[in-house]
């Protein structure tokens, strides 16, 4: 019961380091130069900023400017005022509305896995055994090739006949035919699992290297249990890190197109149809620049709130 | 007696370790072995039912992809280093400062992050006529420049996501008794701030690399022919009809190579940063 | 001390970043500029077959004619999947990045207000010394390249379906009674009427249905493949292209005469009973349904499938290949036959010439001289498929498939016009929910009907208007 107790209070005091925040604020009041601070606020921030403005900013500003227009190839340059009509279209289409769902269902279902994978695998690196740095790199291999490039190859290692992967699995799945219909969703997660699982891995790897040892040193000597240790001790100091993993591959499986339009191209008809691959078929298969950037920024309008929100949390948790 | 025990039995321990993390890895490389495979194989040998496992392999995939008609593989592996380099150092550049602005400092800071976020989640796909048309007039078609600008674009989230977490974890009291000393913002910076958060800046080059090696939209719309990446070349063996299966598995395999060796130095970097950061911390 | 320390570094990193913009624009501007009075041609191709046989061609020009002229051509290669985007970008932003789009007979209609139309070069003797002419090539496939009597690009490689078939097999099936007996029992419950084997080349679309079922194990546990047929499912214009072979063959088109989309017909529901029942009854390999023509390969090579209608280009750089296992095993024949008659869809590449080019005239000159037997000859000898009849003839020797072809075009062939590009994927994405069973037939084909329709007019708008701004 103590150790339980003991081990849980550990929770409270991850780093060991006792913060001391009414002298820190004094400290950095007292240098009353706020004028000056903030002029170095923006100054550091000046280069992202030009950048910002630059290449994302305009594009964006430009492309805002399409999506109230009718803009298509031929019209790009002369487009014509249509006001929200563009974006009318898109929320009253019911593919979007299945695009949305699919891409939420996949999105949940992809970053459940990756997180319960990428944390577990973390945890089973974190400890030492040979040839670690070899193992580490193996690991992040996935990565390293091009979400279309793997997809496309991938049409290969799947085929029903010639597949080595599907018939690797076809001992588990029962069939070789892992792009048909019934097999071609958790197809689709599995291979994005694999192909992004080690994002989730280095971040939860890293965020356990800087656990405080000592902190578990205390607890292996008070006899708390390996899990007990775990959770009490590596989790909440790795959370932050885990939190904001987990927003992140979350918005990415979201607006996921490479890897789905390479390995299905979202059919059969609209079956794996992400929001990505809606608004390519709606508006660049189509050339139609106006609809595309309606669609694009009822996407960005829908992810920026919890995305905000939680960075805003991320950034107010620490301080 | 029980030192010795305690030793076999850690030994014991890590040799279990390996073995289940061989399999982890085994599980999860499945697609890129049988790639691997694949770029060995004559297409006789790869079109057969069931899968041969068993057959002669062939290096004649490796010459295609190197060395046939319009591929160029070697160009295609120069400019994508070029570029990922480039976009690394340009978004640390932009990134690390802004990162401790952000987290040192209110008011614009947030302001700037969220927009930087929002960056991620527009789809790439919306800026990338925007970004062409804005470009040709500038004649940057077909530059390194031109690709890295883009990528930088698409690495900063992420850096600076990453950074900001990184700048938090910095005691304020390092900082504090630095600027007690005297010590001026660079010096914060460059004496504090980066020989800190150095793991952070390595994970944040090591992404930025592997976001910027594998990024395919801008790299294509943005290049034409002296700066074609390495995925945009092998995105050539998917011809007007037939993928051309054995070179593309070659190419893959080959541009690879680079990035896995670039991660098998870099992450050691990143250990030995961390165990050094906790070892003072 | 301290503020200016920092606002001088970040000044200077600035200073830095624009600089090297600036230099890199100017650099960049300054390659681009032609160095002697030689003019390199860029066209814009993708990698496969036919950039293969057209290097051969413009290794021929650049080292028999082009030095004489002064004009070399220079090949630049882009994915498939990722052709139309870039070429989009150069036309959008009125680039001379290139100075030929490569653009499908079925794909130019949209793209109209950004190529220039070829009479007047064909016609000037400067820039058609050859005294080319476009009537050399076969009419079929010259006729979509005209629009309102303009000619608006070269055709250069032709493609055509083919229904391929097991030899072996079907001769097998024509010979053993025990099969034929199995054949008629097979087609009779599941066709709903007692059947003959036939010869492929005599077959409608009943009887195709009746083999495959035939040769699937799950029906006829003999069977020597596992499927009777692969069907290309994936979502994209061509998928919807060989399923047009049976909307044909069943009375139907893609548009009525006045140019209207016509989807919602009952020829249309007939034709997608034919695909639906070859994935509903598991006569196509499951994973077809995101297949196309890499699979097809894959599964023919394989000895997965008996048949299926599929592209002519892999009867010679697949199937009839020194290493292929199925080498001499696939017949090829016109697509089976529907009440309304038979079909066998073409369409071809075409080249097309950018009207911001900055140098036109030396680009038409080459134009035109691909419309030169000189050229097409070299083109089909590389592995081409040029369309001019004389010179396939002459290749059978090379390319065994061009005696059929040649058949199959002439008998068989149809193409659709220069707008469908606008529709094909759409019509794909649709056709294909319809025939995998997610949406019912008359949901889906209404809603094609409704937004197929749509993008139409949307695409005859922009063709005016580009025209109206080209005045």
Known sequence: ?319 | MINMTKSTRRRIGAGLTALTVLIVILVFLIGIITNIRTSFMTPADISVSPPKWIFEPTMVNYLVAIATGGYNFGVYLYNSLVIALGSVAAALFITVPAAYSIVRYRGLGDFVLGTTLLVRLMPALSFAIPVYVVFSRFNLIDTHLAIILMHTLFISPTALLLLVGFVQELPKELEEAAIVDGATTPQLLFRILIPTIKPGIAAVAILGFILSWNEFIFAVVLSFRRVITAPVGTSFFITSYAVAWGPMAAAITMASIPTMIFIFVAQRTIIQGMTAGAVKG | MKRYRLRRLLIAGVVVMVSVFAVAALFARGAAEEVDGDVTVQIILWPGPESDAFESVANHWNSEIGPEKGIYVSVVLFGRDQMHLRQEAIMAAGSSEVDVFQIGSVRYGRYLPFLEPLDEYIENPETNPWGASPDNFMSGVMSPYYYRDQLMGVPRDVSVHYLYYRRDLIEELLENEEWQELYREISAEYVGEALDPKDPDDWTWDDYLAAAYFFTQEYNPDSPTEYGTFTHGRVMGPTGFLWTNAYWGYGGDWYDDDGNVVFDTDAAREALRIWHTKFDQGLTPPGSVTGEYPEANEAMLAGQVAMGVHWNAAYSTVIETEDSPMQGKFGIVAPPAGPEGRFSYNHSLGYALNPNSRHKEQTAIFLTWLFTDEANQIYGEAGGIPPVEDILAGLTDLRPDFDVMAGVLGRYGRALPPQTGAIEVMAAEYLSDAWTGSVDFDTALSGLQREAQREIDQVMADIEAGELAAD
């Open chain 1, 1 to 319: 019961m103590q150790h339980a107790r003991w081990c849980a209070l550990q929770a409270f005091d991850p780093t060991g380091t006792p913060e001391s925040p009414k002298n820190s604020e004094v400290l950095f009041e007292m240098q009353d130069l706020s004028r000056h601070r903030r002029r170095v606020s923006i100054l550091l921030l000046m280069p992202l900023i030009l950048w910002l403005l630059a290449f994302s900013l305009v594009p964006m500003l430009y492309g805002a400017w399409l999506s109230l227009h009718h803009a298509r190839l031929a019209t790009l340059h002369r487009p014509s005022w249509v006001g929200f009509d563009n974006y009318l279209l898109i929320l009253e289409s019911s593919g979007f509305r299945y695009a949305l769902r699919w891409s939420l269902g996949f999105a949940l279902s992809s970053v459940a896995v990756e997180m319960l994978i990428g944390v577990s695998v973390a945890t089973l690196y974190n400890r030492r055994f040979p040839a670690k740095g070899l193992a580490i790199t193996l690991y992040m291999l996935p990565l390293m090739i091009s979400p279309v490039l793997m997809g496309t190859m991938f049409r290969l290692l799947f085929h029903e006949a010639v597949g080595p992967v599907s018939y690797l699995l076809s001992g588990i799945t029962g069939t070789t035919a892992l792009l048909g219909m019934r097999f071609v969703f958790y197809t689709l997660v599995w291979a994005n699992v694999v192909n992004r699982t080690p994002m989730v891995f280095l971040n939860a790897y890293s965020a356990m290297q800087g656990v405080n040892r000592d902190t578990l040193e205390a607890a292996t000597v008070d006899g708390c249990s390996v899990w007990q240790r775990w959770r009490n001790v590596t989790l909440p100091s790795i959370f932050p890190i885990l939190g904001i993993t987990f927003a992140e591959r979350l918005l990415q499986n979201f607006v996921i197109f490479e890897m789905v339009f390479a390995l299905t191209g979202g059919g059969p008809g609209t079956f794996t149809q992400s929001v990505s691959i809606f608004v390519y078929r709606r508006a660049f298969e189509r050339s139609d620049f106006g609809v595309a950037n309606a669609a694009s920024f009822l996407i960005a309008l829908m992810l920026l709130i919890p995305a905000l929100l939680l960075v805003r949390r991320m950034i107010r948790g620490v301080r």
